[in-house]
């Protein structure tokens, strides 16, 4: 089957607080819309077709770029770096020199600290089929060694979103880059979505702490609530006497995919069964923090005026592990000079067969 042509319209957004220019960008392949702003390089709606062909939009998220401002808790949409999830006390070390990150949330530093990347004006332009967003983090920034210059480059391919990310560094520090999309496959309005089923393709997980800090060891998910191999009702498993889950009200643990190696593999599943919206999850990366959006309170309002309650979204960031900068057995975070971090995920939308 020919794939149709992507179209991409560029439009102003109005201004950031700082004053800076907002661009929204729209881009159509004919199966799937997708609009996204140079304001944290966010997804800000993803509209996909149910098996009847009605479309409804999969993101949760705002309006107006004074509303995701405004928001400093959730991210809804954005990139999140420069190191995204959390770093334990905001404190890591490379090659023996110590250095400290803000923490913002509790006692550990989340998501590249409180002025991350979420929170930045992007420069962006238009390309082929998509659109490219470039950030010059300055050494320093927020703590962190060395200018980074990011490249992140959303492309829309028939039914496929592909994100694709690069950046190099002028001196040594640690990378972790993701998008922070929450999903709702009956629609960001449409209430929970604890009746669709999700699996993960991994054998192990990281469990937390108080502080939502990996204990360092990569623990079975057999015989547990994390046991997500085989699809399972997001929801099936909430209410069970677990440890981790009560740590974390539900589920925001990072899962060890099980195919190694630098290649797009597969990473996650989830298919509402009512109208059969299926979201398939490809990365190149070695883990995806499954987060079930549970400190979602009501205290925010989306795009259709209604507000975000818990499970209202969840959340698959593909993404190395977090603290891996303080634990030596997690894969290496760390980028040098001279070298290049890329990372690629693709979130994929169909029509499950099942009712």
Not at 6 to 20: I, Q
Not at 130 to 135: A, S
Request: charged content about 20%.
């Amino acid at each position: 089957m020919t794939l149709q042509p992507t179209t991409v319209e560029t439009f102003p957004w109005g201004t950031a607080a700082s004053g800076e220019p907002l661009q929204l960008f729209k881009l159509s392949s004919g199966t799937l819309r997708v609009e996204i702003t140079n304001l944290g390089a966010a997804i800000t709606s993803l509209f996909a077709p149910d098996r009847n062909g009605v479309y409804a939009d999969v993101v949760l998220g705002y309006n107006t770029a004074a509303e995701y401002e405004a928001d400093r808790k959730n991210y809804f949409g954005a990139i999140a770096g420069r190191y995204a999830n959390r770093i334990a006390a905001g404190r890591f070390a490379i090659d023996g020199e110590h250095f400290q990150i803000p923490c913002n949330n509790g006692e550990a530093t989340l998501h590249g600290g409180p002025e991350g990347f979420d929170r930045k004006v992007w420069a962006a332009r238009a390309i082929a089929d998509g659109v490219e967003l470039t950030l010059t983090s300055p050494d320093g920034d927020m703590g962190y060694p060395g200018t980074l210059a990011v490249t992140v480059r959303y492309t829309l391919a028939g039914d496929a979103l592909h994100i694709a990310y690069t950046a190099t560094t002028s001196k040594p520090t640690v990378v972790n880059l993701t998008n922070h999309a929450y999903f709702n496959l009956a629609g960001e309005a449409s209430g929970t979505h604890l009746a669709q089923r999700i699996r993960i393709d991994a054998d192990r997980y990281l469990p937390i702490d108080r502080n939502s800090i990996p204990l360092g060891e990569q623990a079975p998910v057999a015989g547990t609530p994390f046991d997500l191999r085989a699809p399972v009702f997001i929801g099936a498993r909430l209410a069970e006497d677990d440890p981790q889950l009560e740590i974390a009200r539900g589920y925001d643990h990072n899962f060890v995919l099980n195919t190694p190696g630098p290649e797009l593999h597969f990473a996650a599943e989830v298919v509402d069964p009512e109208n059969g919206r299926r979201m398939v999850v490809e990365t190149t990366e070695p883990g995806i923090q499954f987060y079930s959006g549970n400190f979602l309170d009501g205290s925010f309002t989306g795009k259709a005026g209604k507000p975000y309650e818990r499970n209202a979204g969840f959340c698959l960031e593909t993404q190395h592990f977090p603290d891996s900068p303080n634990v030596p057995e997690y894969p290496s975070t760390v980028l040098r000079p001279g070298d290049t971090f890329r990372s690629e995920t693709v979130y994929a939308f169909s029509v499950a067969d099942e009712s």
